[in-house]
């Protein structure tokens, strides 16, 4: 059983297009991480959220913890090629400090 | 600031042969966390090194091992190897417990 869910898997999108991606899960987390990966490197980390409700913006991209602290979602407006990858979402569940990984969206950006 | 450096970035090996892979976190970081990554599995969690000591460990067969070293870098070896071995192995360092993962930029393995 995956602890964190991610949906959709793809995504397919013209240039322009506004989309968001979904982390859920059943448990409680300390904090989760967003990270965005390109193929055959390693995931670079975007942000960290924390507390819940709590909203970070980084340039087009926005990220949201829910208040429970059991899900989060990214949101990217106008969409650019340069957005493509596989975008992961992580993090320790609530008394524990293993990072749990979600499996990824596969994000396309058609230009 | 230097970050995580994985070496080599690829290796192409032989079945039965076996292989290690190295990591040297970031300066200050006393975690590292080996990851094995599969188009169609994800990310898979190996096992996780705090000073020198194995914290955690994923379902993994008694192939794969680790160890971390007193300067924090990391070596992971993967004995007899098998075709499924093959995939993008990610190191990630830690500063302590409960703060940010940064990655490496992988090893890609391919065993033939």
């Known amino acids: 059983t995956q602890l964190l869910e991610q949906s959709p898997q793809f995504l397919s999108i013209q240039e322009g297009e506004n989309l968001t991606v979904y982390c859920n899960s059943s448990?409680?987390?300390?904090?989760l991480q967003w990270y965005r990966q390109e193929p055959g490197e390693g995931p670079v980390l975007l942000v960290t959220?924390?507390?819940?409700?709590e909203v970070k913006k980084l340039k087009r991209l926005t990220f949201q913890f829910g208040d429970a602290r059991k899900d989060s979602s990214l949101h990217i407006t106008a969409a650019q090629p340069g957005d493509t990858g596989l975008y992961l979402c992580?993090?320790?569940?609530?008394?524990?400090?293993?990072?749990?990984f979600g499996k990824g969206t596969k994000l396309s950006v058609i230009p | 600031k230097a970050g995580v450096t994985q070496t080599p970035r690829y290796l192409i090996k032989t079945r039965g042969q076996q292989v290690t892979l190295s990591c040297s976190p970031i300066s200050g970081h006393r975690s590292v966390s080996w990851y094995q990554q599969t188009p169609g599995q994800g990310l898979q969690f190996l096992f996780e090194?705090?000073?020198?000591?194995?914290?955690n460990k994923g379902n993994f067969p008694g192939r794969f091992s680790g160890r971390q070293f007193s300067n924090s870098r990391s070596e992971m070896n993967v004995s007899t190897l098998e075709l499924g071995d093959s995939a993008l192995y990610l190191c990630?360092?830690?500063?302590?417990?409960?703060?940010?993962?940064?990655f490496g930029q992988g090893t890609r393995l391919t065993v033939v």
């Open positions: 990630a360092s830690r500063r302590r417990e409960n703060t940010e993962a940064f």
């Open positions: 090194y705090f000073s020198e000591t194995q914290r």
């Open positions: 959220v924390v507390t819940g409700g």
């Open positions: 448990s409680v987390f300390s904090s």
């Open positions: 992580a993090g320790p569940p609530a008394g524990s400090y293993q990072l749990t």
